[in-house]
């Protein structure tokens, strides 16, 4: 009786057990972070100061750093951001952004504000997922006038509604500049190289002769970057790219350069000048990192900032990095592009609403948008609290003050409003200030493939995947260049590029783009 | 007349009511697992209704609009231009996984089992175990630093006694290769676990017997060993069948960049980017509805086959 009995127990628990997952979870439930969070709340809100009834909201973020706070008790910016607008702003990182964010939202999990680019806010607007926003454009306005009116503009909307809230996003592609080894130059009593065949000299010469001693590698980048500081020459970028030429819209996959643009590739790769890392989208990062290569392109932040000079510096006290100024162009008339921009630089992502979102909760944010946009709350994403991590010189520059620096690190996790980006690289990474005015004079190709809407007939990525396959095949040497036109009439055959193209013409017209 | 027909014939139900009672805690016990299995497997079933409806988050299943025509999300998958290389890919890595897996792990449990010093049975044993408890991401750093082109130990041997480095990780001829070996080296320990289980429970006196008959070790290998265990060996081909176009979605998404696409985009990873990654979920839904009935005929059929050994499972 006493083993049936026992069963009987077991049984019930299991059972419990298995049907625990049936519960519906609503949406207001908080989530394991807010509940986190909520024990600050209880302890340290000063509740004498701000009478009204704190409220906590979620935003989720790509990343937020090595240096974010482990806890909430040290995040120190997101209790002085309470205490001057009473709300508790709980950032939830999100990997692998987008599908994770899909299936969040999907199951009524997301955060109440996530950052979208165009293509996703289309799309959640499109589901229902994310809710308009333009009956509370009264009260951001004081956000919007310190931003300036032009950030109100298309992509920032669905059909005449407002999806998302303007930003000043820094459009990261501008970051782009091609580096070189100063101290290798010096070494070899080299000029600065002017073309490409004197790249070519430095690369080979400098991986000849393992300069750095640490199996030197010539280029260094992410993926085509390194490619297309050669491509570039020839006033082209390797991949689909709609781009408009004397008023026409066009792919730099159809450019007559393009044959000797992936020639001129192909040498440096054949010469085994470009490290076999660049698909792997961090170890070519960390060679350069090292010093291990000697040129390449990157975004200045990514080998710039003090910590990374000091990884530099620490395998060779006299690596230094130079910047080389844009190659002569290799055909006449066609001027030398470096990378490439999307139109209209300011379509990043921007933070759109989730549509279960309260009103209450919409409004607290607004309240965070409108004081990080005074010259208080600007300064405090910036530079953090003014006399505790940072204050002003004797000629009035603000400055961080010593030991700071990690403490702050955080802080543009916060800038929900963007920001002036010059003016911010200037105050924040005084080391890389030279870069940054250098990156400035770069002739770059301006794309437009960001603002088409391509329906998901014409299998935009699988055509994608083939042209970066095939450019590599090109490059490689595992298709003759010669047959680059056969390729080209297998992205109309396959592929419908004719198909993609016409709607590329025909939306860039209709924006009044093109003509 | 006889006496079987005029006993009244007890009905199925009966029956089934006499065990129910007689052996109810035993049912008690199994409820958790039966009930388990329809919430959390069999009631989901109904949401691959999705694959024929344009399935739209807000509206919910009911909510959302019949595709049209019903099939066009199959179409979706089929009429892709990638479709063909990327049913290829799968199929080659699933079958190469399979016999590559099955085959060494078979090899290595009768090395073990023929292996008469125990300490070191049980050290290689480990050994070989720990592999599978790494995560593919883990195992894709380690893979970085052995086969990386330039400082990959194994391409600086290669070099080092003047051979040319092989791109392991960064070429279409060579990643379904490192793709199949790397699930070879995380999986032969803990695969050849199922077929040292089926050989300890070989009778010893067959080997004895063998052993008298002037029998050597291949000999008893291959006349005692091979036929005992081959009905588990036809078992676990049976079940892999099932999987064939599942050809490992975890370890392909971490390995796959631009530069090995072409060889290693399997249907999974398709359907991730273009499906879960799109928020098309029918798309998903659909094509996992075409993998599980092409798994199922699969594993039928073998099924099928294997009864003919007098080896089939059910």
Redesign the interface.
């Known amino acids: 009786m006493k083993?049936?009995v026992m069963?009987?127990l077991?049984?019930c628990c299991?059972?419990l057990?298995?049907?625990a997952?049936?519960g519906k979870q609503t949406v207001d439930q908080p989530t394991d972070a807010t509940k986190a969070t909520d024990a600050p709340k209880a302890t340290d809100a000063p509740t004498e100061a701000v009478p009204a009834e704190p409220i906590t909201i979620t935003i989720a973020s790509k990343g937020l750093g090595n240096l974010f706070p482990e806890s909430d008790e040290a995040n120190w910016f997101r209790q002085v951001l309470f205490e001057k607008t009473n709300v508790w702003v709980d950032l939830i990182p999100i990997d692998d952004y987008?599908?994770a964010l899909?299936?969040q939202?999907?199951g009524g999990q997301a955060p109440d504000f996530f950052p979208v680019d165009y293509d996703h806010m289309k799309?959640y607007a499109d589901?229902?997922?994310i809710q308009p926003i333009n009956q509370y454009k009264e009260s951001f306005a004081p956000m919007l006038e310190w931003l300036g009116e032009e950030y109100d503009n298309f992509v920032l909307y669905v059909e005449d509604e407002m999806y998302a809230f303007p930003r000043a996003e820094a459009n990261s592609d501008l970051y782009e500049l091609y580096f070189i080894r100063q101290d290798v130059l010096d070494h070899y009593g080299m000029e600065m190289p002017k073309t490409i065949d004197e790249f070519f000299d430095f690369c080979q010469k400098s991986v000849q002769d393992d300069v750095t001693g640490l199996?030197t590698?010539g280029i260094g980048a992410k993926?085509f970057a390194g490619y297309n500081m050669i491509a570039g020459t020839y006033g082209v970028m390797l991949g689909n790219y709609v781009v408009i030429k004397d008023g026409k819209v066009t792919n730099t996959l159809l450019d007559t350069n393009m044959k000797d643009a992936l020639t001129a590739v192909k040498k440096f790769q054949d010469a085994n000048l470009v490290?076999?890392?660049i698909?792997?989208a961090g170890?070519a990062v960390v060679e350069m990192r090292k010093g291990q290569t000697v040129a390449g392109s990157a975004p200045w932040s990514n080998l710039l900032k003090q910590a990374y000079i000091d990884v530099l510096h620490a395998v060779n006290p006299d690596a230094e990095w130079g910047y080389i100024p844009a190659f002569e162009s290799n055909v006449e008339g066609v001027e030398t592009v470096v990378a490439f921009y999307d139109y209209n630089s300011n379509s990043g992502e921007k933070f759109a609403v989730n549509?279960e979102t309260s009103e209450e909760k919409i409004n607290a944010f607004i309240k965070v948008l409108n004081y990080i946009a005074t010259d208080e709350g600007k300064m405090l994403t910036w530079l953090g609290v003014q006399g505790t991590h940072w204050d002003y010189d004797a000629n009035g520059n603000a400055v961080v003050l010593e030991g700071q620096a990690d403490a702050i690190n955080y802080t543009s996790n916060y800038q929900f409003a963007g920001r002036n980006d010059d003016e911010y690289l200037a105050v924040k990474f005084p080391e890389a200030a030279e870069a940054n005015e250098f990156r400035t004079h770069y002739n770059r190709l301006l794309k437009y493939n960001n603002v088409l809407d391509v329906p998901?007939?014409l299998?935009l990525?699988?055509?994608e995947?083939?042209v970066?396959?095939q450019l590599?095949a090109f490059i490689q040497g595992?298709r003759p260049i010669e047959e680059y036109d056969a390729f080209v009439q297998e992205l109309y055959d396959?592929?419908n590029f004719g198909a993609y193209m016409d709607l590329a013409a025909e939306q860039l017209t209709d924006m009044g783009l093109a003509k | 007349m006889s006496v079987a027909s005029i006993t009244p014939k007890k009905s199925s139900w009966g029956k089934c009511k006499k065990a129910l009672f007689k052996w109810w805690p035993l049912y008690l016990m199994m409820l958790p697992g039966l009930v388990y299995l329809i919430v959390y497997k069999y009631v989901p079933m109904a949401g691959t209704i999705i694959a024929f409806k344009n399935y739209r988050v807000k509206v919910g299943i009911w909510g959302s609009p019949w595709a049209d025509p019903w099939y066009k999300h199959f179409m979706d998958f089929f009429k892709s231009p990638a479709n063909v290389q990327i049913i290829k890919n799968t199929i080659t890595l699933s079958i190469g996984k399979l016999l590559i897996g099955l085959i060494p792990s078979l090899i290595f449990a009768l090395a073990i089992s023929e292996c008469r010093n125990k300490p070191f049975v049980r050290v290689v044993q480990t050994v070989s175990y720990l592999p599978h408890f790494l995560s593919w991401v883990v195992i894709y750093g380690i893979s970085q630093t052995m086969l990386s082109m330039n400082t990959g130990v194994v391409n600086r041997f290669l070099v080092s006694i003047g051979l040319e480095s092989i791109p392991f990780l960064s070429s279409n001829d060579v990643i379904q290769g490192t793709l199949i070996g790397t699930d070879l080296w995380k999986g032969l320990g803990w695969g050849s676990i199922t077929f040292l289980a089926a050989i300890i429970g070989i009778d010893k006196e067959l080997y004895d017997a063998a052993e008298v008959d002037g029998c050597g070790r291949f000999r008893r290998i291959w006349h005692i060993t091979l036929p005992c265990i081959r009905r588990i060996f036809i078992v676990l081909l049976v079940l892999k069948l099932g999987t064939v176009l599942d050809a490992g979605f975890n370890q392909v998404y971490v390995f796959m960049n631009e530069r090995v696409n072409r060889s290693a985009e399997i249907i999974d990873t398709w359907v991730y980017t273009r499906g879960i990654g799109k928020m098309n979920y029918s798309l998903s839904t659909a094509v996992g509805l075409m993998k599980s009935v092409i798994a199922s005929v699969l594993v039928i059929g073998t099924n099928k086959l294997a009864r003919k050994w007098d080896s089939a499972i059910w």
């Open positions: 083993r049936k069963s009987l077991l049984v299991m059972l057990s298995c049907l997952g049936c987008y599908t899909n299936v939202l999907t799309e589901q229902g997922l199996q590698i993926k490290s076999p890392n698909w792997d170890t549509a998901a007939d299998y990525e699988d055509m995947t083939y970066q396959d590599i595992e396959i592929y």
